[in-house]
């Protein structure tokens, strides 16, 4: 009876490990080198699953090498004050907020206002975030850029706080002498 139920067990998470995860997102950077000196990254997003995702309020905690990278500047790219999706006079999010005042962290935050009105919804093409640009402090070095696990976290767009469960997060470990 025991190997009968060690087998059934084995048959059942071999069965549930091919299926999809709900509500699973992915976090990702797309790189690009702008000059021989300054080097970006914009922040991409898309779901997991068939069904478009719609995200509230966000955090976004990301690491790089403070050794071979210093903060430039950063701007929003959606999910902010500027994204009309409501009306052509409102926004359902402000704008963004980031700290980047300690090198080799910075740590962002998209606000949801109007939970009823979330957009643009996520699917399974890459949605831009935000691109971060950086000078290059030493091109032998490598970016080191990553996703702070423990600190970033993607909200469900509603009036209660409900957090994406199995969110994958990319790193970004390039070397900057492309």
């Given at each position: 009876m025991i190997k009968f139920l060690s087998k059934l067990t084995g048959v059942v998470c071999?069965?549930?490990?091919?299926?999809?995860?709900?509500?699973?997102?992915?976090?990702?950077?797309?790189?690009t080198l702008e000059s021989t000196n300054e080097y970006c990254?914009?922040?991409?997003?898309?779901?997991?699953?068939?069904?478009?995702?719609?995200?509230?309020?966000?955090s976004f905690f990301?690491?790089?090498n403070k050794e071979a990278l210093k903060f430039r500047s950063y701007t929003s790219q959606s999910f902010d004050g500027n994204l009309k999706c409501?009306?052509?006079?409102?926004?359902?999010?402000?704008?963004h907020n980031y700290d980047a005042s300690y090198a080799g962290v910075i740590n962002a935050t998209i606000f949801l206002k109007d939970?009823?009105?979330?957009?643009?919804?996520?699917?399974?093409?890459?949605?831009?975030i935000?691109?971060?640009?950086?000078?290059?402090?030493?091109?032998e070095k490598e970016s080191g850029l990553m996703f702070n696990e423990e600190h970033t976290n993607i909200d469900k767009a509603s009036l209660k706080v409900e957090l994406f469960d199995n969110l994958v997060l990319k790193?970004?470990?390039?070397p900057l002498s492309r």
């Open positions: 071999l069965l549930l490990s091919g299926l999809p995860v709900i509500g699973q997102l992915e976090l990702s950077f797309q790189t990254a914009t922040v991409m997003i898309h779901s997991g699953v068939e069904e478009d995702i719609k995200i509230g309020t966000s990301i690491e790089y409501i009306s052509d006079e409102d926004s359902p999010y402000t704008h939970p009823n009105h979330a957009c643009p919804e996520i699917g399974k093409d890459d949605t831009e935000a691109t971060i640009c950086f000078d290059i402090l030493d091109k790193t970004k470990n390039e």
